[in-house]
């Protein structure tokens, strides 16, 4: 299969793109105030369906800033671990590579970048009893299945609520390679189709017959794999040498029908299915556009070295922000120290955050990271 095009192995401003969604992310678990109410101010009419405000980013209904930052991790995930499958399945059809080698290589790599720092704070947690549950819920921290547990349980147990994320990456990865490096090069778009369409049903089966509360699909893997799937189909035009036609009118239509759903609420039937589709393709757009690359102020800022450092390390960023809080709190506490105002208080978590991830990343992460050269990808 020819291509128009050498297929880079790194993308400089997706750092800077995940930069944006951790920052998101944060920004919304920290501060509630501004987004426990909508984040609204007065209008003079009436939203159909809604009350007299406008909520800049959703409705009362809707989930909140955070789905933008985790939906854009899901697609960026999905488009760079593509990068990396079609590239092992292409070595081994030249015979560069054996399929059994590709998978070897792919799960030792992703075992020593996720597992370290994830088992370390499910130790601290399970060890402490963070909260008066972690002991009781530790089987599913332990096989990543946490997710599950809040789906069934109708619970989103604070403040580890943010690690259903990780379940579901790790859901996809076991699911999504073994099947991907099986398909022939030309066969990897239609691979792609079957796993959207059976995101697609697995939320209707879900939220029609499933034993768990139906608003609460969404935190289940496969539920979302549509979105990893995305950023696999985009890998996959890159592969080719192609561009996805009209990007930027896709991607602004994305985030319009978005915020349009958040205003109609109860009146588009499968309204949350669409908005977050419609998020998910607007933010693969944007993902494309920054592969390739912004030019001026944007890709300045893209390729910022506070954007890149950021996004290097957010994986860091976002498995710590939610203890961050807390933590701090009891140790104004435990001093006798004055609990300062929430700019302060703010201010006071982002500096131990920034120091926890910078202790993290240079003495746990990347002094492991280094194994990763004992099982280097072929071709």
């Known amino acids: 299969m020819k291509k128009t095009g050498p297929r880079p192995v790194y993308f400089p401003q997706l750092d800077g793109l995940r930069a944006i969604a951790i920052l998101a992310v944060i920004f ?7 987004f426990s109410a909508g984040f ?16 800049f980013l959703f409705s009362k209904t809707t989930l909140f800033a955070g789905v933008f930052g985790v939906h854009l991790f899901f697609v960026l995930s999905g488009f760079l671990i ?10 081994i059809e030249q015979g560069i590579g054996t399929y059994w080698q590709a998978i070897r290589n792919f799960y030792a790599r992703r075992t020593i970048r996720i597992f370290p720092i994830y088992y370390l704070v499910v130790f601290i947690l399970i060890v402490t009893n963070w ?28 403040p580890i609520t943010h690690l259903w994320t990780l379940a579901c990456e790790e859901q996809f990865y076991l699911l999504l390679p073994p099947i991907l490096l099986l398909s022939p090069l030309r066969r990897i778009p239609v691979t792609i189709a079957c796993f959207i369409v059976f995101s697609w049903l697995f939320r209707f089966l879900i939220q029609a017959f ?10 289940l893997g496969p539920a979302v794999f549509d979105k990893f799937s995305l950023g696999l189909l985009l890998a996959w035009f890159g592969f080719i040498g192609k561009k996805i036609p009209y990007r930027i009118p896709a991607m602004f239509a994305g985030f319009a029908l978005f915020f349009i759903c958040g205003f109609i609420e109860n009146v588009i039937p499968g309204r949350t299915f669409i908005q977050l589709s419609a998020v998910s393709i607007a933010f693969a757009c944007l993902t494309d556009l920054c592969a390739e690359g912004f030019k001026g102020f944007t890709g300045r800022v893209l390729t910022s070295k506070p954007m890149v450092w950021i996004g290097r390390v957010s994986y860091g960023l976002y498995l710590y922000h939610c203890f961050v809080p807390p933590l701090v709190l009891r140790f104004f506490w435990f001093t006798g120290l004055h609990v300062p105002g929430t700019i302060v208080k703010t201010g006071v978590d982002t500096l131990v955050l920034l120091l926890v991830t910078y202790l993290s990343f240079w003495y746990i992460e990347t002094p492991v990271n280094r194994l990763k050269s004992a099982f280097a990808y072929k071709g």
Not at 40 to 55: A, D, H, Q, T, W
């Open 28 to 34: 919304e678990h920290w501060i509630p105030e501004f």
């Open 40 to 55: 609204s101010i007065p209008l003079p009419f009436k939203i159909v369906g809604g009350e007299s405000r406008l909520n």
């Open 82 to 91: 593509g990068n990396i499958l079609i590239r092992q399945r292409e070595a």
């Open 131 to 158: 909260a008066g549950f972690m002991r009781d819920i530790a089987p599913w921290l332990l096989t990543y299945t946490f997710n599950v547990k809040i789906y069934l349980a109708s619970y989103f147990y604070p």
């Open 210 to 219: 499933g034993p768990g509360n139906p608003t609460l699909v969404f935190f």
